[in-house]
């Protein structure tokens, strides 16, 4: 790093715009550095601060920043300001600065990539204007309320993790095109994602809502794991290139996929305690690799399926021995499935590799060679790789 040296090319009483540059980054060790700045309409390099540099920081007068703004491991920053700046063509880096509490960047409006881990004390993100282009954003482990600052029609990857109190997410992307991950925010947060259209790869963790009502296609995966959605609605998504997993989600109790057709890779429905009926996919016809279905459900259908490329695995600990040999057992026979076959009720343990049927219900028929079991241990063990992939 460079001790600061500025300014460079300051015009005395600057009427027009001046350009400032370092080669390195300029570090802001006090006060009278950062005012240095304050003549500088575009700084071209990285500004860093530094302890030194005391409690509150002011970058006011910067327009845009051609480069980095960093503040990392600093235990004293509790406000940053910046009233002018708009761009940040770089990172914007906050990386364990315990005790910041206040940012004020009303201007701000374009941020190529937010990386703001650690900030245990970061209520709001004090952007009045919003921030509406970003390429990357990642927020993890602050106690922010909310995301209000930040609106993207688009962005690459977005990550928003560990914040206890964020309770709501709502913005108006349209695409991501690299990765969503959502999770350990406030256990109640609600996820509107209402003009999503196209994405990548989407996880969600300990969500009470996801809405995207407007998904059409996903490049990759899909993953809803361990939240406390009740159901959950994709009325649009036509197709899945990886593969879709909701496990775990205990209190789901209505899933539907209307227009669904095309999975690329697993489908994997696991340990959803109260999802009973299995009904929702009326149009699912391709699996390209395994279908793992394991759970409570006494009701299942999937009318449209022609093809599973891989192994077909349906147990349950309600009573669906009929729907496996009515439904299910001809797909085999006309080689739709094309690796293992199993379909089973009345299990004790569907998660498990052990198959001891639970009594046999008064009302319901022994099912007996109902179920046929063809799974080879070979692709039972690449199911659950699988499965632990996700
Ligand atoms: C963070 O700062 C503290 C105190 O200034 C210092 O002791 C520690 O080594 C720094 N940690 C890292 C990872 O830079
Ligand atoms: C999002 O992607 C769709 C489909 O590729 C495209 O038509 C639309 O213009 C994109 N929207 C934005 C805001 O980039
Ligand atoms: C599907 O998306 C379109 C816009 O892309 C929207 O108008 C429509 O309401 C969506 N369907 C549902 C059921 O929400
Ligand atoms: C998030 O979900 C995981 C798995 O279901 C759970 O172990 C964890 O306690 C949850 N965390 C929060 C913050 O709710
Ligand atoms: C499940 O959700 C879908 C879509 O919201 C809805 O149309 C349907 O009525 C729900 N089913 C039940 C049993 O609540
Ligand atoms: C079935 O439900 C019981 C009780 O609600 C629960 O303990 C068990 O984990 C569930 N099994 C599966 C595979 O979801
Ligand atoms: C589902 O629950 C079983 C225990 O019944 C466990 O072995 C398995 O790992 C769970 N699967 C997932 C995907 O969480
Ligand atoms: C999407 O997620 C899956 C499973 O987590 C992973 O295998 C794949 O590499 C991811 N793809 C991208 C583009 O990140």
Redesign the pocket.
């Known amino acids: 790093m460079t001790r600061l040296a500025l300014p460079l090319l300051a015009a005395a009483g600057s009427a027009y715009a001046a350009e400032c540059s370092t080669k390195g980054t300029a570090t802001i060790q006090n006060a009278a550095d950062a005012t240095a700045l304050a003549s500088c309409k575009t700084f071209t390099g990285d500004i860093a601060i530094e ?1 030194g540099a005391g409690t509150a920081v002011q970058l006011n007068g910067i327009k845009k920043l051609d480069g980095d703004l960093v503040v990392k ?1 600093n ?1 004293v920053l509790q406000v940053l300001s910046a009233d002018s700046l708009e761009e940040i063509t770089k990172e914007f880096h906050l990386e ?1 600065v315990r005790d910041l509490n206040t940012l004020d960047f009303p201007k701000l409006k374009t941020v190529n990539t937010f990386n703001w881990l650690t900030l245990p004390n970061l209520l709001s993100m004090g952007f009045s204007e919003k921030v509406t282009k970003s390429d990357f954003v990642r927020i993890e482990d602050t106690q922010l309320q909310s995301l209000d600052g930040i609106n993207l029609d688009t962005v690459g990857d977005i990550s928003v993790q560990n914040n206890r109190f964020i309770d709501k997410i709502e913005m108006q992307l349209a695409n991501v095109t690299g990765r969503l991950v959502i999770t350990a925010n406030n256990p109640s947060v609600s996820v509107k994602l209402d003009n999503l259209e196209t994405a990548n790869n989407m996880t969600f963790t300990n969500c009470s809502e996801v809405s995207v009502s407007s998904l059409t296609e996903l490049g990759d995966s899909l993953s809803l794991i361990g939240n406390t959605l009740t159901d959950f609605y994709a009325p649009n998504l036509t197709k899945i290139g990886g593969a879709l997993a909701i496990n775990s989600n205990f209190e789901l109790n209505n899933l539907t996929f209307p227009q669904l057709t095309t999975i690329n890779r697993n489908l994997e429905i696991q340990n959803n305690t109260k999802l009973s009926k299995l009904t929702g996919f009326p149009k699912l016809k391709t699996i390209n690799a395994d279908l793992n279905i394991y759970g409570n459900m006494t009701e299942i259908d999937l009318p449209s399926i022609e093809l599973v490329k891989g192994t077909f695995r349906i147990k349950s600990t309600g009573d669906i021995d009929n729907t496996c040999e009515e439904k299910f057992d001809t797909l085999k026979d006309e080689d739709k499935i094309r690796a293992g076959y199993e379909c089973e009720g009345l299990l004790v343990d569907p998660g498990s590799e052990d198959d001891t049927k639970t009594g046999t219900p008064s009302d319901s028929k022994k099912p007996g060679a109902a179920s046929s079991v063809s799974v080879q241990a070979g692709a039972l063990l690449a199911g659950l790789a699988a499965v632990f992939l996700l």
Request: no cysteine; proline share 0%.
């Open positions: 302890t491991n235990t364990v």
